[in-house]
């Protein structure tokens, strides 16, 4: 996304009824070594990039989905918004940042899923389709 376009994109949001006080994140350089996310609210967006100087590429990601594995963005720190510049190393590092949120069984689930939709169910045509 052209990260230079944020702040018309935000107004159409905003002017489209969606709620200043959305969720939302941009993800700047997304599985790169110097990845960023800047979450915040979709009314602070355009002022944290401003504030923080864009490195594109960048996604805007908005709605609950940003809130899914942080907690919500204070409003009374000193900016409205939260910045992650730890970048990212690998999916090893994802899962055991995600597993807490899905309990001890995470990765089993994940198995027993990954083994029906490779080895099973999936693969299987529905009956009467032949």
């Known amino acids: 996304m052209a990260l230079h376009r944020i702040h018309p994109l935000v107004q ?27 979450r915040s609210q979709l009314r602070h967006v355009p002022d944290a990039l401003a504030h923080h100087a864009a490195r594109p590429p960048g ?17 009374d720190g000193r900016y409205p918004w939260r910045v992650e510049d730890d970048g990212f190393r690998d999916l090893d590092d994802f899962v055991d940042y995600v597993r807490p949120a899905f309990g001890d069984d995470g990765e089993r689930q994940h198995d027993e899923q990954h083994n029906v939709q490779h080895n099973g169910a999936l693969n299987n045509p529905p009956v009467g389709s032949e």
């Open 12 to 38: 159409d949001l905003l002017s489209a009824a969606w709620p200043p006080d959305t969720p939302a994140a941009v993800i700047e350089r997304a599985s790169c070594p110097d990845q960023r996310v800047i």
């Open 59 to 75: 996604l805007l990601v908005v709605g609950r989905a940003c809130d899914a594995l942080c907690d919500a963005v204070p409003e």
